[in-house]
């Protein structure tokens, strides 16, 4: 994948992380979690680390290694933020997307430390895909 048309890609997964941001509602530690907080708890962890993501995304291609490294700072940001979901439905998008973050951040590591390598960049695309759509899927559950 050329280089430009790869980071269209990733800055599209940012701008579908950038609509977690938009989930944030008021928090409660109530055991019976609406929605509502649920989507503030998962958005808070995110918001923090969603323009750095874009930024180094947009990046990629002449850093890869930073791209990579701030990608597992989101994902450890975000597993941090979705222990605190306790709502059933949120909980399991929750969990789909840290399992998609997980694998997204290995898969741009292999990419990061060969970047040449066109199965390392079909690999990551896949990766990015499948992550673009948990994210999209908490995004719409998110009132």
Do not use: W
Not at 27 to 42: F, G, H, I, K, M
Not at 52 to 67: F, R, V, Y
Request: net charge negative.
């Amino acid at each position: 994948m050329a280089p430009s048309r790869r980071i269209r890609a990733f800055a599209a997964l940012a701008v579908a992380a950038l609509a977690l941001t938009g989930c944030a509602a008021g928090s409660s530690a109530a055991s019976a979690q609406t929605p509502e907080q649920a989507c503030d708890v998962l958005a808070s962890g995110v918001a923090q680390t969603t323009a750095k993501l874009q930024t180094s995304l947009s990046g990629l291609a002449t850093d890869p290694e930073a791209a990579a490294d701030d990608v597992t700072t989101l994902t450890a940001d975000f597993e941090n933020s979705a222990s605190g979901v306790d709502n059933a439905e949120l909980k399991r998008l929750a969990q789909n997307t840290t399992t998609a973050l997980a694998d997204f951040d290995e898969k741009i590591h292999a990419y990061a430390s060969e970047p040449a390598a066109a199965a390392n960049q079909e690999a990551m695309q896949t990766s990015a895909e499948n992550l673009q759509t948990a994210i999209a899927a908490i995004g719409e559950s998110c009132p």
